[in-house]
T-cell receptor, first 115, second 115 residues
């Protein structure tokens, strides 16, 4: 079984400040980890992924995430938040060693960037 | 290029009726996925197709739900005898292949409301 926890329903950050959206996961095999963003009335947009290699992954719109195997975490970060980053963020995991390719998502974290 | 498209964008139906939701994946993507997103939750996996065949239907909640992909491109999710609890946003995603951690690209979703 695989699962994702996003412990914060909402994160508020001032524009220009660094932001972190937390994610922890549980999976039997090798974790394939993803971050998606959802804007109101729009579909999920892919931000970045970790499959293997460097623990620090860089993605779209200046976002990055750090894979930490010992803490089973994959936190999303950005050095300087923009008001336009305000959206709903989802972390997802897939078992890279299993035969199924379904993603398991967290409940989402609403990010509000305050001007 | 064109992304994943879903029709209709909204569907309102009465309890007990039959509905069909359509997904048109990105051209050349062999893998297609259906998810369901309830209010305040992350997407939940329903079914995954590799080509024309359903490779994993473990997420379908019961036998009222069925999906097809007869020519390996467009897919239709079919719900019989709809119930109020089926109300949700139904998301379709596609990926180039399911392997190598390829990210899934999501459509805008179909919002189903069962009265």
């Amino acid at each position: 079984a695989q699962s994702v926890a996003q412990p914060e329903d909402q994160v508020n950050v001032a524009e220009g400040n660094p932001l972190t959206v937390k994610c922890t996961y549980s999976v039997s095999g090798n974790p394939y980890l993803f971050w998606y963003v959802q804007y109101p009335n729009r579909g999920l947009q892919f931000l970045l992924k970790y499959i293997t290699g460097d623990n620090l992954v860089k993605g779209s719109y200046g976002f990055e995430a750090e894979f930490n195997k010992s803490q089973t975490s994959f936190h999303l970060k950005k050095p300087s938040a923009l008001v336009s980053d305000s959206a709903l963020y989802f972390c997802a995991v897939r078992d890279g060693g299993a035969g199924s390719y379904q993603l398991t998502f967290g409940k989402g974290t609403k990010l509000s960037v305050i001007p | 290029g064109a992304g994943v498209s879903q029709t209709p964008s909204n569907k309102v139906t009465e309890k007990g009726k039959y509905v069909e939701l359509r997904c048109d994946p990105i051209s050349g993507h062999t893998a297609l996925y259906w998810y369901r997103q309830s209010l305040g939750q992350g997407p939940e996996f329903l079914i995954y197709f590799q080509g024309t065949g359903a490779a994993d239907d473990s997420g379908l909640p019961n036998d009222r739900f069925f999906a097809v992909r007869p020519e390996g491109s467009v897919s239709t999710l079919k719900i019989q005898r709809t119930e109020r609890g089926d109300s949700a946003v139904y998301l379709c995603a596609s990926s180039l292949t399911p392997a190598s951690g390829n990210e899934q690209f999501f459509g805008p979703g179909t919002r189903l409301t069962v009265l």
